[in-house]
C-alpha cells in the first residue's frame, strides 16, 4: 500500500513562488516514477511534470516550462514542485502521483496512487 500526502498549497499573488512537496509511504518509493498533474474548476486533470526514479530526467508541460522544477529525495521518500512567476491560469488543485515503473510518464492512466490535493490560488 501506498499513501502520499502534498503540503505547500496556498495563496500567492501573480509573480510569486510555492514550493509543494508530496510524502510517500512505501518501499518502492525509490524505484518508482512519480509525477505531478492539477485539475482547475470545470476542466479535466492535466500533467504538469514527472520525473524518473534516478531523478536523473525530467519532463514538464508546455506551459510550465522553465518556470516549474520537479525533484525527488529518494532518502526522505519525497517529490517536489517548485513553482516559480506564477500565473491565475495556474490556480487549481495539484496532485501528486506515483507510477508503478521507474520511466517517467505523462498520462494520469500510466500512475497507479495518487494523493489527495493541495490548492493553490494564484491572484492577479
Known amino acids: 500500500q501506498v499513501e502520499l500526502v502534498e503540503s505547500g498549497g496556498g495563496l500567492v499573488q501573480a509573480g510569486g513562488s510555492l514550493r509543494l512537496s508530496c510524502a510517500a509511504s512505501g518501499r518502492t518509493f525509490s524505484s518508482s516514477a512519480m509525477g505531478w498533474f492539477r485539475q482547475a474548476p470545470g476542466k479535466e486533470r492535466e500533467f504538469v511534470a514527472t520525473?524518473?526514479?534516478?531523478?536523473?530526467?525530467?519532463y514538464y508541460a508546455d506551459s510550465v516550462k522553465g518556470r516549474f522544477t520537479i525533484s525527488r529525495d529518494n532518502a526522505k521518500n519525497t517529490v517536489s514542485l517548485q513553482m516559480n512567476s506564477l500565473q491565475p491560469e495556474d490556480t487549481a488543485v495539484y496532485y501528486c502521483?506515483?507510477?508503478?515503473?521507474?520511466?517517467?510518464?505523462?498520462?494520469?492512466?500510466?500512475?497507479?496512487?495518487w494523493g489527495q490535493g493541495t490548492q493553490v490560488t494564484v491572484s492577479s
Open positions: 502521483a506515483r507510477r508503478n515503473n521507474g520511466n517517467y510518464a505523462t498520462t494520469a492512466g500510466a500512475y497507479d496512487y
Open positions: 520525473i524518473t526514479w534516478t531523478g536523473g530526467t525530467t
